[in-house]
């Protein structure tokens, strides 16, 4: 069963603009949620994370907000660079549990 | 310092037969993991290890998935009688301790194909 879900399998921007990026989850007991990247023939990469106790994470370009009573999640990528185009990961976890549940990702492209 | 890293890269087999796949964490981390990801989908959990013991398997589908990991570092991933489905990019990461909130850092993954 799809407990996270990403419905956009891609997205594309122009360079500069922002990206945004959405996840959706059903499991009421996550509470810790991560963004991966990955590039062609890498494993992904941890980006930024968010605990269910806060509604907001930044870290330089790079935004999370967690709806918690509509179960969404979204990244936002501003400005975006070229650079930035992959494939990025919706995850979660319950409570101590390292079982991480992955979206089927989001390809996004940032045209020059 | 070294990444995780997994071997081999790529391996084609065929129905039937048994693989195995091997991965190195990073040195010191006592978590390992093993995902899958088949086409067009994210990481599945398979199982992890908290030093040398299976900590949690939940994700094995079936009794034809094992892994080990005897010394603690290393470990080895075996799929037996390999079926068609088997297909995909079977990825492991390691964190420092798996305590609680930690990253996960991930090899580059073997992508498997069962002919």
């Known amino acids: 069963d799809q407990q996270v879900k990403q419905n956009s399998p891609s997205l594309s921007v122009q360079e500069g603009r922002i990206s945004i990026l959405n996840c959706d989850y059903t499991?009421?007991?996550?509470?810790?949620f991560l963004w991966y990247k990955k590039y062609p023939a890498e494993g992904p990469t941890f980006l930024i994370s968010?605990?269910?106790?806060?509604d907001k994470n930044e870290d330089g370009r790079f935004t999370v907000f967690l709806n918690k009573s509509a179960k969404h999640l979204s990244l936002h990528i501003v400005p975006s660079q070229p650079g930035d185009s992959a494939v990025y990961f919706c995850?979660?976890?319950?409570?101590?549990?390292?079982?991480?549940?992955f979206g089927a990702g989001t390809r996004l492209t940032v045209k020059p | 310092g070294a990444g995780v890293s997994q071997t081999p890269s790529n391996k084609v087999t065929e129905k039937g037969k048994y693989v195995e796949l091997r991965c190195d964490p990073i040195?010191?981390?006592?978590?390992l993991y093993w995902y899958r990801q088949s086409l067009g989908q994210g990481p599945e959990f398979l199982i992890y290890?908290?030093?040398?013991?299976?900590?949690?398997d939940s994700g094995l589908p079936n009794d034809r998935f094992f892994a080990v990991r005897p010394e603690g570092s290393v470990s080895t991933l075996k799929i037996q009688r390999t079926e068609r489905g088997d297909s995909a990019v079977y990825l492991c990461?390691?964190?420092?301790?798996?305590?609680?909130?930690?990253?996960?850092?991930f090899g580059p993954g073997t992508r498997l194909l069962v002919l």
């Open positions: 990461a390691s964190s420092l301790e798996g305590q609680g909130r930690e990253t996960q850092y």
């Open positions: 499991n009421s007991m996550f509470d810790y």
């Open positions: 968010i605990s269910s106790i806060k």
């Open positions: 995850a979660a976890s319950a409570g101590n549990n390292n079982d991480m549940r």
């Open positions: 040195s010191g981390h006592t978590a």
């Open positions: 290890f908290q030093g040398t013991g299976a900590a949690d």
